[in-house]
Nanobody
Framework: VTVVESGGGLVQAGGSLRLSCEAS????????MGWYRQTPGKQREMVAE???????KYADSVQGRFTVSRDIYKNTAYLRMNNLRPEDTGVYYC???????????WGQGTQVTVSS
């Protein structure tokens, strides 16, 4: 199983990015796909999640600005990030979980840097 994130980069505040998470070795439609963010000195936090049934949930800090989605035919999940803020800077990780509470399959992360 491999999970590979892409799409990170440097963007000015107010800008947008779309992250991709391509999964191999799992059937994405049966998995919940989560996006987490790691910033220096802080614990890794959940940013957004799309569960196997298609429902989504978001951290309060990104609600209304980020959108999580998936393409089950491409076996890929996405995180569309609009109106980015400097505090959104961090390494973004994707994780696929078959069941709630399991460790899941994590990607290597992609860096997002938002300049003010």
């Amino acid at each position: 199983v491999t999970v590979v994130e892409s799409g990170g980069g440097l963007v000015q505040a107010g800008g947008s990015l779309r992250l991709s998470c391509e999964a191999s070795g799992i059937t994405l439609r049966f998995y919940s796909m989560g996006w987490y963010r790691q910033t220096p000195g802080k614990q890794r936090e959940m940013v957004a999640e799309i569960i196997s049934g298609g429902n989504t949930k978001y951290a309060d800090s990104v609600q209304g600005r980020f959108t999580v989605s998936r393409d089950i035919y491409k076996n890929t999940a996405y995180l569309r990030m609009n109106n980015l803020r400097p505090e959104d800077t961090g390494v973004y990780y994707c994780v696929g979980r078959r069941s709630k509470g399991t460790s899941g399959y994590w990607g290597q992360g992609t860096q997002v840097t938002v300049s003010s």
